[in-house]
């Protein structure tokens, strides 16, 4: 189905055509929730209004591109696009979700995504959904994105807590070390524990798709002109298509994470994990003082300004304490 059939299908389906207002009547339920936060004091007021204005900002954006390359129908253009959501999703994954970090985190997530989300779309696309060609781009990207999306929690789940274990509970791991075993069977219960975690929310919404929730995908079929009874078998290809990518990105995180923070002579690297600083869209503690104080530090010629200062007055001060030298 084109992009112009795809439109007219929702127009068919008798689906409103929405507005920018419609999407400000929208924004009051998030003002709800920031009243909600005053109110109880749970300061994520701002996070809060920070989230739906990016949530805007990103929709408008993709929304805009994503048309375009719906109707160009270009495969180059849609690995760009897919390279790009794996690319954001990385980011999000370490710069904002994650608590912690390990040394080469970012380039291991990029792998772990790319590695999971586009070997599973292509089959997924190709063979489960009969598509042809599989990169059609009104389905190959949005399938992409879901993948992309859903991934995202895992790593953040299963890096999260096995990181953490390390650096709270690492007289366990190192016992285990100290009698012989390798850093694989040292922390295999903690990469058991972590994958548990991280493939719990999948295992959950495939539980109570269709009984207690009607999942978007299958509402977004059926708007699109597609039968019921075809939107459900796209929503099951989906939910397993997801559990999968989730699997394989977790798997791949947790035992890099284990490699890069015991090293080859088993000894934990606690200085090869890091707490995660504040994220790039948290201005809640922005502080325009300390930005300029950390600027006027790293400018070289503030520096030397800084160090002939403070020449000067230790010289000052000598003299003053040193009768013999005046």
């Not at 380039?107 to 190709?126: C, D, F, N, Q, Y």
């Not at 929310?201 to 995908?217: E, F, K, R, T, Y």
């Amino acid at each position: 189905m084109s992009y112009v059939e795809h439109v007219y299908a929702i127009e068919a389906a008798g689906t409103a055509q929405l507005t920018w207002v419609n999407v400000g009547i929208g924004l009051a339920f998030i003002l709800f929730d920031v009243g909600v936060s005053t109110v109880f004091r749970l300061g994520i007021g701002l996070s809060l209004l920070i989230a739906a204005f990016r949530c805007i900002g990103q929709l408008a954006v993709v929304a805009t591109l994503l048309q375009r390359v719906f109707e160009n129908k270009n495969p180059w253009l849609v690995i760009l696009i897919s390279f790009i959501l794996n690319l954001l999703g990385t980011i999000e994954t370490v710069i904002n979700k994650s608590p912690r970090r390990f040394r080469y985190m970012f380039p291991t997530v990029l792998v772990a995504m790319l590695g999971s989300t586009i070997p599973i779309s292509v089959l997924g696309a190709k063979h489960a959904m009969s598509i042809e060609p599989f990169w059609t781009p009104i389905q190959y990207i949005p399938i992409v994105g879901m993948l992309c999306g859903a991934t995202i929690s895992g790593i953040v789940v299963a890096v999260s807590y096995i990181l953490k274990e390390l650096q709270e509970n690492r007289d366990k791991v190192e016992i285990y070390l100290a009698f012989g075993a390798s850093r694989i069977e040292a922390c295999r219960p903690l990469a058991i524990q972590a994958l548990r975690l991280a493939l719990t929310p999948p295992i959950n919404n495939m539980s109570v798709l269709g009984i207690i929730a009607i999942p978007g995908m299958m509402t977004g079929a059926i708007l699109g002109g597609s039968s019921v009874e075809q939107a459900a078998r796209l929503q099951m290809i989906i939910m397993f298509m997801i559990t999968a990518s989730t699997t394989l990105a977790s798997v791949f995180t947790t035992f890099a994470a284990i490699s890069v923070t015991i090293d080859d002579e088993h000894r934990i690297r606690g200085d090869r994990i890091e707490k995660n600083g504040k994220s790039w869209f948290n201005v809640s503690e922005w502080s325009w003082k300390k930005t300029v104080k950390a600027l006027k530090v790293t400018l070289p010629w503030r520096r030397r300004e800084d160090a002939e200062k403070d020449g000067r007055s230790r010289e000052g001060s000598v003299n003053e304490r040193s009768p013999l030298l005046v």
